[in-house]
């Protein structure tokens, strides 16, 4: 981010609430363990893993711990004006994400 942001024009931020954020980790966990998927190697995704507290492997935990650090991380330079030559989009649902695409041209 300290090298390449500065000299960025535009920042695209996903900014999205995290009940919305841990309805997807559930969702997908979900899936990819009930499927048996090959994440990466030989790694598969353990469900249950992820409705501990402790340890370094539950994505609810992490994503509770981190969303509002996180979150700071990037308001506090815009604030500041760090990226004064970008044009920040801050995307804060799944509807003006869809909008920006649609006039972005992009298509899934």
């Not at 539950?58 to 991380?73: D, E, M, P, V």
Request: glycine residues 4%; aromatic residues 10%; charged residues 30%.
């Amino acid at each position: 981010r300290d090298l390449i942001w500065p000299r960025a024009d535009t920042i695209i931020w996903l900014d999205l609430s995290l009940p919305l954020i841990l309805k997807r980790i559930v969702h997908r966990s979900w899936r990819r363990s009930r499927s048996d998927e090959l994440l990466w190697g030989t790694n598969r995704e353990k469900f249950s893993e992820h409705f501990t507290t402790w340890g370094d492997d539950s994505l609810i935990a992490y994503t509770i711990k981190n969303h509002r650090r996180k979150r700071r991380a990037f308001t506090q330079p815009m604030d500041c004006g760090a990226w004064p030559n970008a044009k920040v989009r801050r995307l804060r649902s799944p509807k003006t994400v869809a909008r920006f695409r649609r006039a972005a041209g992009l298509t899934d």
